[in-house]
């Protein structure tokens, strides 16, 4: 049990982090809550050094089988861990001296841990408890900062996370009927005999669950509405950390789903789905953010190709761990810079902004561009992998799918550079700058997109 | 490090620098023109090293692991296809240097996007490795976007997102190709050397269709052949001097290098049963360009339409290369060689036009060709170059356009002789220049000639300079052909096969 508890180290120091900050917070004069943010950020990067020395190749199931640490659980421990430290760098401008400052720092860390244990968890029951781990402090970032739109956005992330949620245990309790058991382990053995008719309803019905919390399609609606209508670091985390917490889910769930290739092709059909449905919602919207979010929906797409072929390409799982990773980084640089200038808010507020903010400029061609996939950015080597292995598995048309889609994706990311590189109209005023944090996060993100994808190679030895 | 890796990244080291705000414009401008020069001293002393390798392999190598997982390295090498359009980029971007050292607009950041854009030219030009190239091709667009929108005229905010959307979807399709390749290949490898030596999808008459559309469509876009050549008048036309050159002179290369470099070696059966569609879509190439070039009273746009009418014949020739008929072996390599040669020749000729173009736009903010008369008798140096780089461009022997042209059609119309249609377009376009110089520099001096003054040193020195170099392969080709032809010859070889 205690090497079991050790196992488990960085997931429980975010959960400790984020009691710390809670309890901490309520003892803390109103004046001096920065200081929890320093707690949180420090048991995040407690977080990230126990995923470092835990890295190991070899696969370890803990809690009687529970849980499985392996590549997948410890790329996914240092993603969202470098995430989370970026997003509390966006938040730190955002909320500070916010009457709710050191519960988001808390709430950003409970479900940076759910998400942990969604990526782990390899029994139902552990799967059920991850999900609503890392849904309930959703629900609460999108409206503890209150907008106009906030209560709406909180409220519908609300009803579809219930909906989904209930979803998802239909799902695992069906599973768990016809298998008798509730471990992955046993699931793969005792399946098969089951009647395919009700696995295959089962795994759908999981499936769902899962996709709601990577705002993919069909649980998607609420992500464009959350984007908009919450603070900017919490939509940065909505966009970025649950999904990749249930994009890796969704690899280990249908791995012990009989079908290897049915699976894979349900899979190509949803990511074809989510990328088509994101990109053309996307191409009309006027809010950077709104259009931030619809832009993650179809990201989603492009990670579910390749969580698609992670059964059935020895290139399929490196793959998609590189894309997740280059995906968290370029997506919480436009985040970022979108936080850096909160006024901005329509298309047409950025006019200007190349010729005031140069350096923040930089930032949003490498992070717009890195996630159309231009190359040397991390996306590019993503997407040029999961083409590859999608390809290379018999699914040609899903390469095709995220080839044609990546172009209509260029249309409105380019809509929004050329918005950024117009002159202004008139001088600028003095406009709010949303603190130091965002900026920096916003460059730190950029840059480490680009040298990523110029390291491709030892980091896909280290993921393979 | 190896000299062709000094190469690229040289330049990029110095645009790196130049970001640093505190330096200076004359500053700025200095280090531009250094640097391009140096590179074109280094792209010499390539050339002065360069000794022919064998059939297969490339010359001043370098190799080193990059993304192992996935089959890509970063290797570099040049041979008789490459080493001529490496030198002829640095001529290009030195001569680009030379004419922005009196550019107003933020010339600092100028200075970095176009050493920059030497760089991406230069790395595409050497990559011997799939995903290298496709970097470069990628970046090249991107670094072209910037330079359009941010220093271009009247609709350049437009004419930039048209030519990014555009060209960035055919690289996708290229990329598209390139996975293809990929997957086909075994063991998995993006490297071209290899690919080139065991094509993949040789026998899958489909499969290799299907690639090859998919490379063929990324390519016909970016040189730019009928009918994906849209983007490119707009561009052009309101693209700033240096932006122009570049783009025509260099970067139309890219997609007629990646035909002779990647389609027509890699794919090879596929290429020879899709050459007659290579050789229709160059023939109409090369006329629309011509007719529609002949329509217009823009000086940009007129060089603009010259481009796809003179890109035309390379896709012309690469298509006749892929016609295997009895006893052509001799007159495919010819074409090949053509092909290269008038790579080289139409980046010289182009890139002195639209510099041309450029200082006239500088005195008088028009383009318009029927604004002016008689301008000879008061800009004759100005008149002299336009003149000389007009009758370069319509092939006039003793030019580097003649010696490409006469081996594009010597070799094209032994294969196959439909294509002497294409000579119409020679016709043309000799029109068309007799008449653009006709209006522009004969008669009484009219309207904007008016006032005109000649072309100061550094407008005319960069121009010179490149004309130079196009007299110089008009009068004494062999120094260029001797690297083209062991080249082609291999080339032709690797489609026969």
Not at chain 1, 44 to 68: H, K, P
Not at chain 1, 72 to 78: I, K
Not at chain 1, 284 to 305: E, F, K
Not at chain 2, 350 to 372: P, V
Request: with cysteine; hydrophobic share 55%.
């Amino acid at each position: 049990m205690g090497a079991d508890l050790v196992a488990v180290l960085p997931e429980a120091l975010l959960f400790l982090g984020g009691m710390v900050t809670l309890v901490g917070g309520s003892f803390t004069p109103r004046a001096r809550q920065r200081r929890m943010g320093i707690v949180a950020a420090a048991a995040t990067v407690a977080g990230l050094v126990a995923s470092l020395v835990a890295w190991e190749g070899d696969t370890r199931a803990v809690f009687s089988g529970t849980f499985t640490v392996d590549t997948s659980t410890g790329a996914t421990r240092v993603i969202v861990t470098v995430s989370l430290l970026l997003i509390l760098l966006i938040a730190s401008g955002e909320v500070r001296d916010h009457p709710r400052e050191s519960e988001t720092y808390s709430l950003l860390l409970f479900g940076g841990a759910g998400a942990l244990l969604l990526a782990g968890s390899t029994d139902l029951a552990v799967l059920v408890v991850a999900f609503l781990l890392s849904s309930i402090p959703l629900y609460g970032l999108v409206g503890i900062i209150a907008r106009p739109e906030s209560p709406e956005a909180a409220l519908k992330t609300y009803l579809c996370g219930a909906l989904f949620g209930i979803l998802l245990m239909l799902g695992a309790v069906l599973l768990y009927g016809l298998a008798g058991r509730a471990g992955y382990s046993s699931l793969a053995a005792e399946l098969t005999d089951a009647p395919s008719a009700a696995v295959a309803a089962g795994g759908v019905l999981v499936l769902m669950g899962l996709l709601f919390k990577a705002g993919g399609v069909p649980g998607h609606f609420w992500v464009p509405d959350a984007t908009q209508g919450a603070s900017v670091s919490a939509a940065a985390f909505l966009t970025t950390i649950p999904k990749i917490g249930a994009i890796v889910a969704i690899t280990r769930l249908v791995a012990v789903l009989p079908g290897d290739l049915r699976w894979a092709t349900v899979l190509g059909v949803l990511a074809v789905a989510s990328m088509t449905i994101g990109n053309l919602a996307a191409l009309a919207q006027d809010d950077v953010r709104r259009l931030l979010g619809w832009s993650t929906v179809s990201q989603v797409g492009y990670l579910l190709a390749a969580a698609a072929v992670t059964r059935i390409s020895d290139q399929g799982q490196p793959a998609l761990l590189f894309f997740l990773a280059g995906y968290a980084l370029t997506n919480l640089a436009a985040f970022a810079v979108a936080a850096a200038a909160p006024d901005r808010r329509s298309l047409e507020d950025w006019a200007g902004f190349a010729s005031t903010r140069p350096g923040l400029s930089a930032a949003l061609v490498v992070a717009l561009l890195g996630l159309v996939g231009t190359p040397p950015t991390a996306v590019f080597i993503g997407k040029l992998t999961t083409m590859g292995a999608t390809w290379g598995a018999g699914l040609a048309w899903l390469a095709v799918a995220i080839a044609l889609n990546s172009v209509v994706s260029l249309f409105y990311y380019l809509r929004w550079l050329r918005a950024a590189l117009r002159p202004a109209a008139q001088l600028e005023e003095g406009s709010s700058t949303g603190g130091r944090g965002a900026p920096t996060a916003a460059l730190v993100a950029a840059f480490a997109t680009v040298a990523m994808g110029l390291t491709a190679g030892p980091v896909w030895l280290i993921l393979a | 490090m190896n000299v062709l890796s000094v190469l690229v990244f040289l330049p990029l080291v110095a645009a790196a620098v130049l970001l640093v705000p505190r330096i200076s414009a004359a500053g700025a401008r200095g280090v531009f023109v250094v640097v391009t020069a140096a590179e074109l001293a280094l792209a010499g002393l390539v050339w002065a090293r360069y000794q022919t390798p064998a059939a297969g392999e490339l010359a001043a190598e370098e190799q080193t692991r990059w993304i192992p997982g996935v089959g890509s390295s970063y290797h570099v090498g040049v041979d008789g296809l490459s080493l001529p359009l490496v030198l002829m980029t640095t001529l290009v971007f030195l001569a680009c240097a030379v004419h922005a050292v009196r550019e107003q607009r933020r010339p600092r950041l100028q200075a970095a996007l176009f050493l920059f854009l030497e760089a991406v030219c230069l790395g595409l030009f050497v990559s011997a490795d799939l995903i290298l190239f496709f970097v470069f091709f990628d970046l090249s667009i991107v670094g072209m976007y910037f330079s359009i929108s941010g220093w271009g005229h009247e609709n350049a905010a437009r004419s930039a997102v048209k030519f990014f959307l555009y060209t960035f979807l055919g690289s996708l399709a290229l990329l598209v190709g390139f996975v293809g390749l990929y997957v086909a290949s075994d063991p998995h490898t993006f490297d071209m050397v290899e690919l080139t030596a065991h094509p993949p999808l040789q026998g899958h008459g489909v499969a290799g269709g299907l690639v090859l559309a998919a490379v063929l469509l990324g390519l016909a876009v970016k040189t730019p052949t009928f009918p994906f050549h849209t983007w490119l008048p707009p561009a052009h036309s309101d693209a700033p001097a240096i932006g122009s050159a570049v783009l025509a002179g260099v970067m139309l290369k890219m997609g007629t290098y990646g035909f002779v470099r990647i389609a027509m070696p890699m794919l090879p059966d596929a290429w020879r049963a899709w050459a007659w569609v290579v050789i229709a879509v160059g023939i109409v190439s090369v006329l629309w360009g011509a007719l529609v070039g002949f329509a217009q009273t823009d000086l940009k746009r007129m060089i603009a339409y010259t481009s796809v009418n003179h890109m035309g014949y390379v896709v012309l020739a690469v298509g006749a290369a892929g016609v295997l008929a009895d006893g052509a072996d001799q007159a495919r390599q010819v074409a090949v060689t053509g092909a290269v040669t008038q790579m080289v020749s139409h980046g010289l000729l182009t890139a002195a036009l639209f510099l041309l173009a450029g200082s006239m736009f500088e005195r008088t903010e028009t383009y318009d060709l029927d604004g002016y008369g008689g301008l000879a008798g008061t800009a004759p140096r100005y008149a002299t170059l336009f003149t000389v780089a007009a009758f370069g461009s319509l092939g006039l022997p003793a030019l580097s356009g003649f010696i490409a042209e006469f081996q594009i059609f010597a070799g094209s119309i032994a294969t196959v002789p439909v294509t002497a249609v294409a000579v119409l377009g020679i016709l043309i376009t000799a029109a068309l220049f007799l008449r653009a110089l006709q209006r522009v520099f004969t008669g009484p001096t009219a309207g904007l000639s008016v006032g005109f003054t000649d072309v100061t040193p550094r407008e005319w020195v960069p121009v010179a300079l490149l004309l130079a170099v196009s007299v110089f392969i008009g009068v004494l080709p062999r120094t260029l052909l001797d690297v083209i032809e062991p080249g082609a010859a291999v080339l032709a070889d690797l489609v026969g096969r």
